[in-house]
Each structure stands twice: as structure tokens, then as C-alpha cells.
């Protein structure tokens, strides 16, 4: 199928080699990839600013450019939860652009999700020799129901010791822009954060959502103890090399 690529703006950004390597894996399993260029933020900032009006701008002119797509796919949970749960209260007083919103809902997946639930293609056949520990990150485990797909995609990497992360389940402290207005809160939960992530006594942290994984690695490099981080995308992109 042809799959257009939700490049986010983290890691459109910052981390441009997760789209590149999403990219990669795509046309390795066999499915043609475009990057509609119109795209922008999902809005998600400036709706969790309370900034409603400047968020449905932006919302509009992402759902214009994947209008024509057949199947959507991006890197964050964040990003596809924004698009699923809170785009319908946006343009509920916007039929014509409501009727828009429910069709991306459909055809729109967080990058797990598409591969192992909708391609069932659990083990891409990696190998990556390494012990790990995965970060379930807020949106994408409460908003968007992922569970077992990152967990089922990693237990297929040969040489992977996948080990488990205490408290796996409670927030990271990044939240965007919550991490802004209380960075004190927020410093405090990320500090408990990476104390699980030590606990672990894994070599390398993964997740779903880079936001969460520059809040927790930046934490970690402040009090001098590295943890390696990689979204489950660039992990399966190197194993796929090897």
C-alpha cells in the first residue's frame, strides 16, 4: 500500500533519522512511502496552551494534506492521540471538516500499531545484542490503547534482553508543555522516572515518543548516569542492518 509519512515535529526537528529509518523499514516490507509536503504541528502545543483557535488552524491544514492519503503512519503516540481524541471536539461545529477528521482517524496509526496490528508483521528480523527497558509512554498507552505491539516487535529482536521496567506505567514529567509551567513537579517525576530506569539495569531505554525520551535522557546526563535512549524505530532500523 502507499503510506504517507507523519513526520512530527520533535522529530522532524531534532531526531530526523527515526522518520528516515520509519521510512526504511516501510519500503522494506515491501510498501511505497510519501511525505505530503503541506504538513505541519498536529497543534497539539498550542491546544494543551489552551490556545484553541490557533490549534484548529493548524489541525486543518494537517488534515488537508493527508485528505487524499490512503494509510497515515508516524513515530508518536502523542502525536496520532491528538489526531484521534481530540480533533472531533475541534470541528465539532464543522461538518465539512468533522467528516475529514473521522476519515484520518480511520486510516491514521502510531507506527507499532501499523505494523504489527494492521501489516502483522511482529518480527522484522532484527538482531540487536543489548539488555533494555521500555517506557510505555502516557498518550499512546492510556489514549491510544497500546499495549503489546512495541512489547511483540522487540521480543522478535535476536540478542535483545527486554527487561522490565518498574512503575513502568507512571508519566515521564514532560507532558510538553506542562514540563514548562511546572518544572518543578515535573523535575520531580522525571527524577523518580529515571531512578526506575536504573533500577532496571538496562543498557538502553525505549519508547515510543521522543518527547519522553529527551525529557528522561536529559535528566539522566544531569545527574552523570548515561542511559543510552532509542525510539523502538531506530533500535529495529540498526538491528535490521546487522
Known amino acids: 500500500m502507499k503510506v504517507s509519512l507523519f513526520a512530527t515535529c520533535l522529530t522532524n526537528a531534532l531526531y530526523p533519522d527515526v522518520d528516515l529509518t520509519m521510512a526504511k523499514i516501510l519500503k522494506h516490507l515491501g510498501h511505497t512511502v510519501d511525505v505530503p509536503e503541506g504538513q505541519v504541528c498536529c497543534g497539539q502545543i498550542a491546544f494543551n496552551s489552551g490556545y484553541v483557535d490557533d490549534a ?83 498518550h499512546a498507552t492510556r489514549l491510544l490503547g497500546i499495549g503489546e505491539a ?58 515510543l515518543d521522543m518527547g519522553c525520551l529527551m525529557n528522561i535522557s536529559g535528566y539522566l546526563e544531569k545527574i552523570n548516569k548515561p542511559v543510552k535512549t532509542m525510539h523502538i524505530i531506530q533500535l529495529l532500523g540498526e538491528g535490521m542492518k546487522s
Open 56 to 138: 484548529r488552524e493548524v489541525a486543518r491544514t494537517l488534515i488537508d494534506s493527508f485528505e487524499r492519503s490512503e494509510v497515515v503512519v508516524g513515530p508518536s503516540g502523542s502525536c496520532i492521540a491528538m489526531i484521534h481524541h481530540y480533533y472531533p471536539t475541534l470541528f465539532e461545529n464543522e461538518p465539512a471538516y468533522l467528516k475529514k477528521v473521522e476519515d484520518l482517524i480511520h486510516k491514521s496509526y502510531e507506527f507499532t500499531q501499523f505494523v504489527v496490528d494492521v501489516l502483522k508483521k511482529p518480527d522484522l528480523g532484527a538482531h540487536y545484542k543489548a539488555k533494555a527497558t521500555y517506557h510505555p509512554s502516557c
Open 150 to 207: 512495541p512489547l511483540k516487535l522487540l521480543q522478535h529482536v535476536k540478542g535483545l534482553e527486554l527487561l522490565p521496567l518498574p512503575e513502568a506505567r507512571l508519566c515521564c514529567g514532560f507532558g510538553g508543555t506542562f514540563s514548562v509551567k511546572m518544572p518543578k513537579i515535573s523535575e520531580a517525576m522525571v527524577a523518580e522516572k529515571a531512578q526506575h530506569v536504573l533500577d532496571s539495569g538496562a543498557d538502553i531505554l525505549l519508547g
